[in-house]
């Protein structure tokens, strides 16, 4: 099936520094990829659409310019956090819909641990 | 994209069947539902998908009424490998892109 890759896996940085974390689709092209945070014990909260060649599309509540969003190739969409702050502590998940048999699938990266010391 | 509902946490024993159902008293009619199934620490996998009546897979199946407003995944035999996460999502899969939007999910535990 198809693959979504992320990296890092876990990254630790400084208050007030920003991370970057990118999103692949190893085997398959997305015009479209899609940005998660889960906080502990939470369900997966949609963020944003990333849309390659356009500004992505952010979730109500989401701040734009905190959390920079780049589609740069149909393979690769990154997620910046800015100026980052010990409560952007979370999960980050990725993903990315292919079609396939059985209509558009939604295939998930692995996640990046970001902690905010 | 409809709202869903299913059970906050369910424990079931080593070789049990387990069905856990999602209510979705809103789905569309081009809605699909999916479920997806996710460890600590990892991102959410899919386990199955369908629209009507019964689907079935290796690893479960779905179970649908005429009426869509609920569904039923069913576990066969489950093992300890299979405590984890369980999502119920409704959504179309075409015009949609592929955006979902999780519910709070089915924590199962499985004991020995």
């Known amino acids: 099936g198809a693959v979504v890759s992320q990296h890092p896996s876990w990254v630790i940085c400084k208050s007030g520094t920003s991370v970057k974390i990118e999103c692949r689709s190893l085997?398959?092209?997305?015009?479209?990829m899609f940005w998660y945070r889960q906080f502990p014990k939470q369900s997966l909260m949609l963020m944003a659409t990333s849309n390659e060649g356009s500004k992505a599309t952010y979730e109500q509540g989401v701040e734009k310019d905190k959390f920079l969003i780049n589609h740069a190739s149909l393979t690769l969409s990154t997620l910046t956090v800015t100026s980052a702050h010990p409560e952007d502590s979370s999960f980050y998940i990725c993903?990315?819909?292919?079609?396939?048999?059985?209509?558009?699938?939604?295939?998930f990266g692995p996640g990046t641990r970001l902690t905010v010391t | 994209l409809a709202k869903t509902t299913q059970p906050i946490s369910m424990d079931s024993y080593e070789g049990q069947e387990v069905n856990i159902t999602c209510s979705h008293n809103n789905i569309a009619t081009n809605d699909y539902i999916t479920w997806y199934q996710q460890f600590p620490s990892q991102g959410p996998r899919f386990i199955i998908q369908?629209?009507?009546t019964k689907v079935t897979n290796e690893v479960a199946s779905l179970f649908i009424p005429a009426d869509r407003k609920s569904s039923t995944l069913s576990l066969p035999r489950v093992s300890l490998s299979d405590t984890a996460v369980y999502y119920c999502l409704v959504g179309d899969r075409g015009n949609q892109g592929g955006k979902l939007i999780f519910g709070q999910g089915t924590e199962l535990s499985v004991k020995p």
């Open positions: 085997d398959f092209q997305a015009t479209t």
């Open positions: 369908g629209y009507k």
């Open positions: 993903s990315a819909p292919n079609g396939g048999t059985r209509g558009i699938e939604q295939y």
